[in-house]
């Protein structure tokens, strides 16, 4: 028999790190995954998860149809019966108690997939419901917050010019484990690595040696949530020792000497009591970093998911300016997208607060509400309550805190739809589940990711294998949920809806619609953003401009060169300056002047990532859960001597809402007074249907996690630093 063994091209969809891979497909499979020795960014690195791709695409718990509840069971139907008891539900809902009664949660994989970050905005607009919800309040809010103040647009975030640092900071982040958040960077440690090889250095900030922090030049241990206070003491520092020079930046800045003042109670010394750091280690820091040359600051969950997120968040941009790294080369950068248009250099800045959560009064934060309090509006009866919730790629019963409190409250909710492939921990409480294909059918191209990408990239790729009849592609779904939403019913002609209005924005800029190519609306649409961004042939006027067609061609991806600086473009403020003290950083930074020093006594829970793990929807592919148990508690040797915990054996761990037992893992790296539990896993719930991730179910750490607890300027989780108490479980 002849070998039908093909070769396609196509980028890792499973992380921040877009990888490009080589798969051999055969008939309806992925027979094989390598990476893309050719890529123009990954240049043939992969890890684990994209090696299994395969594995995941082909998983027999993988839902091919969608399901529907019928006595209490979530049993088979077509697509025309969800469809229709889609659009039933969910209209009757917004006809009996109006749009605010219909929540949507949108979750992490949404910015991977093509139909996500196309079409979630338009789910959102079209639904014109106040309870939107997002894995961003679990996750970066604060750093869009920090930024939107700072340059005056949320999403002009600046990267790591890694290839050409000399110093790099890294505070809360395990880019070893986690392959880089906010930060594109496929194969980090190789790039961590030439960074040392070329004689440069970099330090980690973090209360466990993670697999980063061992390989790091320096490892400073820290107590979890305080880095606000070190970076404080920093700030501090650049402005007594005379270092605060921001260069070239100081022409495009606003509220240096307001900083000066604000910083002033800050001293190393007072710090060091408050994040456990010595005040001479603060001073070293902070004179390394302005004496480096070229040197950046860089900060992730351990720095977004604490106490003072956004605080933190924008002090990291701080040192970045004051040092004069920001938008330098080897500094940090902003990235260019070939999908984007360069700025005008001024726009209206950024707000939060536009309207507020109906139970909590919490402040929304770019169009959205924390997801912590997503419970508080499902759970409390009165005009506005949420009745209906609409899921697409997020698994929030697994991520969000107070797990079991907001378990309890999907169980009573009138309607639920969940977009998702997997019976799993959220879905199960869904009324409909429609079922995404797998990755190897859709085409890809990552509209999030190339806006962090540490070079300027631009890669598509179609899809690998072609869509099955018993499929529809995720565009069509989120679609046809918009449809209903928009009262067009969910049998409208979508594809003729898009593309009218791709007709639109090519008649607004004189463009002849006929000239986008692409077979879907969904590839129409890229085409459009592609020709008219930075880059593009803006439709035949630029003869090397990029295009889909061009991207087509082009299988290992379009390299664009490295970063360049993007100052004053990028700026969105008001002033078309970088303000450095917005006023509602500087009133948080005001009151923490009094923050209270923490309790030397009390145990806080941090968490971690694993490199074969992936939040919580890739423990059912068994090569990625085999080997070593992966959710653990560690605890210190120091503690575990203390109270009788041995390495193997059962740990209770309580905090103010909950108790999970889980196993120990005694550890030398891991700062006594701290305990580290991965979140993501708990998947031995009645109902759930997902046979290898049941029988290495571990424990959900978000059942310990307080949804009390958040960053006031961001609405963020705090996920790093739940005070718990922690003992040996007794065998029952
Ligand atoms: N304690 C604690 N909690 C945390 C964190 C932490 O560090 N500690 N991290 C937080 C962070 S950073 C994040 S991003 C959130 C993530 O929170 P969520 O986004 O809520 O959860 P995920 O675990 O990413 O689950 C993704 C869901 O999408 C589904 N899915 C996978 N691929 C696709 C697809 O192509 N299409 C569709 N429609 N669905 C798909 C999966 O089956 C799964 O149900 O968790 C947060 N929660
Ligand atoms: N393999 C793998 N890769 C992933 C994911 C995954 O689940 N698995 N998830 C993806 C997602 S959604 C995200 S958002 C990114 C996250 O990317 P990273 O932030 O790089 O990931 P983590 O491994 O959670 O690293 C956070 C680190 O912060 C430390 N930490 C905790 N509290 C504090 C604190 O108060 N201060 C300081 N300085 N450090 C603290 C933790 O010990 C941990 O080492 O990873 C992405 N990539
Ligand atoms: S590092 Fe991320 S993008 Fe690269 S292969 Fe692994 S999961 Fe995929
Ligand atoms: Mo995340």
Same mark, same amino acid.
């Given at each position: 028999m002849a070998d039908q063994t093909r070769t396609a091209y196509t980028t890792c969809p499973l992380c921040e790190a877009t990888c490009g891979l080589e798969l051999s497909v055969s008939g309806d499979r992925i027979m094989r995954v390598r990476g893309d020795a050719d890529d123009v960014l990954s240049h043939g690195f992969i890890c684990p998860k994209g090696a299994s791709l395969g594995e995941l695409d082909a998983d027999r718990?993988?839902?091919?149809?969608?399901?529907?509840?019928?006595?209490?069971?979530?049993?088979?139907a077509t697509w025309d019966e969800a469809f229709d008891a889609v659009e039933a539900g969910l209209t009757g809902v917004i006809d009996a108690h109006g749009r605010d009664a219909v929540a949507l949660y949108l979750g992490n994989p949404n910015v991977h997939t093509l139909a996500g970050n196309l079409y979630a905005g338009l789910l959102r607009k079209v639904l014109g419901s106040r309870n939107v919800y997002t894995a961003s309040t679990l996750d970066q809010m604060p750093k869009h917050v920090s930024c939107g103040y700072l340059f005056g647009g949320p999403?002009?975030?600046?990267?790591? /010019?890694?290839?050409?640092?000399?110093?790099?900071?890294?505070?809360?982040?395990?880019?070893?484990?986690?392959?880089?958040?906010?930060? +594109?960077?496929?194969? @980090?440690?190789?790039?961590?690595?030439?960074?040392? @090889?070329?004689?440069?250095?970099?330090?980690?900030?973090?209360?466990?040696r993670s697999?980063?922090?061992?390989?790091?030049?320096?490892?400073?241990?820290?107590?979890?949530?305080? /880095?606000?206070?070190?970076?404080?003491?920093?700030?501090?520092?650049?402005?007594?020792?005379?270092?605060?020079?921001?260069?070239?930046?100081?022409?495009?800045?606003?509220?240096?000497?307001?900083?000066?003042?604000?910083?002033?109670?800050? +001293?190393?010394?007072?710090?060091?009591?408050?994040?456990?750091?010595?005040?001479?280690?603060?001073?070293?820091?902070?004179?390394?970093?302005?004496?480096?040359?070229?040197?950046?600051?860089?900060?992730?969950?351990? +720095?977004?998911?604490?106490?003072?997120?956004? &605080? +933190?968040?924008?002090?990291?941009?701080?040192?970045?300016?004051l040092t004069g790294n920001l938008d330098r080369a080897g500094g940090a950068m902003f990235p260019l997208p070939a999908h984007t248009r360069r700025g005008k250099g001024s726009g209206p800045g950024f707000t939060t607060g536009r309207w507020?959560?109906?139970?909590?009064?919490?402040?929304?934060?770019?169009?959205?509400?924390?997801?912590?309090?997503?419970?508080?509006?499902?759970?409390?009866?009165?005009?506005?309550?949420?009745?209906?919730?609409?899921?697409?790629?997020?698994?929030?019963?697994?991520?969000?805190?107070?797990? /079991?409190?907001?378990?309890?409250?999907?169980?009573?909710l009138d309607f639920m739809v969940s977009v998702d492939p997997y019976v799993n921990e959220t879905s199960r409480h869904a009324d409909v589940i429609l079922p995404p294909p797998p990755p190897s059918r859709s085409a890809h191209y990552d509209l999030a990711f190339y806006g962090f990408a540490v070079r300027n990239v631009a890669n598509f790729s179609p899809p690998p294998l072609p869509l099955p009849a018993d499929l529809r592609d995720e565009c069509e779904i989120l679609l046809r949920l918009a449809a209903v939403f928009a009262g067009l019913g969910w049998r409208a002609d979508v594809e003729?809806?898009?593309?009218?209005?791709?007709?639109?924005?090519?008649?607004?800029?004189?463009?002849?619609?006929?000239?986008?190519?692409?077979?879907?609306?969904?590839?129409?649409?890229?085409?459009?953003?592609?020709?008219?961004?930075?880059?593009?042939?803006?439709?035949?006027?630029?003869?090397?401009?990029?295009?889909?067609?061009?991207?087509r061609a082009n299988p290992h991806g379009v390299d664009l060169g490295p970063l360049t600086p993007r100052l004053p473009e990028i700026l969105r403020t008001p002033s078309g300056r970088?303000?450095?003290?917005?006023?509602?950083?500087?009133? @948080?930074?005001?009151?923490?002047?009094?923050?209270?020093?923490?309790?030397? /006594?009390?145990?806080?829970?941090?968490?971690?990532?694993?490199?074969?793990? #992936?939040?919580?929807?890739?423990?059912?592919?068994?090569?990625?859960?085999?080997?070593?148990?992966?959710?653990?508690? &560690?605890?210190?040797r120091t503690d575990a001597e203390?109270?009788?915990l041995v390495d193997g054996g059962t740990a209770r761990v309580t905090s103010r809402v909950g108790r999970v037992e889980l196993t120990v893992e005694v550890s030398d790296d891991i700062a006594p007074g701290v305990v580290s539990i991965p979140h993501g896993w708990g998947h031995d719930l009645p109902g759930v249907?997902?046979?290898?991730?049941?029988?290495?179910?571990?424990? #959900?750490?978000?059942?310990?996690?307080?949804?009390?607890?958040?960053?006031?300027?961001?609405?963020?989780?705090?996920? #790093?630093?739940?005070?718990?108490?922690?003992? &040996?479980?007794?065998?029952?």
């Open positions: 718990d993988r839902l091919r149809t969608p399901r529907i509840r019928r006595d209490g069971k979530l049993v088979p999403f002009a975030i600046p990267v790591p /010019d890694i290839d050409r640092t000399e110093f790099l900071l890294i505070l809360g982040a395990d880019p070893y484990s986690s392959n880089g958040s906010l930060w +594109t960077v496929p194969d @980090a440690p190789g790039r961590l690595k030439a960074l040392q @090889a070329r004689g440069g250095r970099f330090v980690v900030v973090d209360p466990r697999r980063t922090a061992r390989a790091a030049d320096r490892y400073v241990p820290i107590r979890p949530g305080t /880095d606000v206070f070190l970076l404080l003491g920093m700030v501090h520092e650049l402005f007594a020792a005379d270092l605060a020079k921001p260069g070239r930046l100081a022409e495009h800045l606003t509220g240096l000497d307001e900083v000066r003042a604000l910083v002033t109670p800050f +001293t190393p010394e007072a710090m060091a009591v408050r994040c456990g750091v010595d005040a001479a280690t603060i001073r070293e820091l902070a004179r390394a970093l302005a004496t480096a040359g070229r040197a950046a600051v860089y900060g992730r969950i351990g +720095t977004t998911t604490v106490a003072y997120g956004t &605080v +933190t968040s924008w002090l990291i941009d701080v040192l970045n300016i507020r959560s109906r139970v909590r009064g919490l402040p929304e934060v770019l169009g959205e509400l924390p997801a912590v309090t997503l419970v508080d509006e499902i759970a409390t009866p009165g005009e506005g309550q949420v009745r209906a919730l609409v899921t697409v790629a997020g698994n929030p019963a697994s991520s969000v805190p107070n797990a /079991d409190r907001l378990a309890r409250a999907l169980a009573t003729a809806w898009q593309d009218g209005e791709l007709r639109k924005a090519c008649e607004q800029i004189g463009a002849d619609p006929a000239l986008l190519t692409g077979d879907t609306a969904a590839e129409r649409a890229l085409d459009l953003r592609l020709r008219t961004g930075a880059y593009g042939d803006g439709f035949g006027r630029v003869p090397d401009g990029l295009s889909l067609a061009k991207l970088i303000e450095l003290c917005p006023q509602p950083i500087a009133d @948080a930074v005001g009151a923490l002047a009094d923050a209270p020093v923490p309790a030397a /006594d009390e145990f806080v829970v941090v968490g971690r990532r694993h490199l074969r793990s #992936n939040n919580s929807w890739m423990h059912n592919v068994p090569a990625l859960v085999k080997g070593r148990e992966l959710c653990t508690v &560690v605890v210190s203390r109270l009788g249907e997902l046979s290898v991730a049941s029988r290495t179910a571990g424990a #959900n750490v978000n059942r310990l996690h307080d949804d009390l607890r958040l960053d006031p300027l961001s609405g963020t989780a705090v996920l #790093n630093g739940t005070p718990v108490t922690i003992e &040996v479980a007794e065998p029952v």
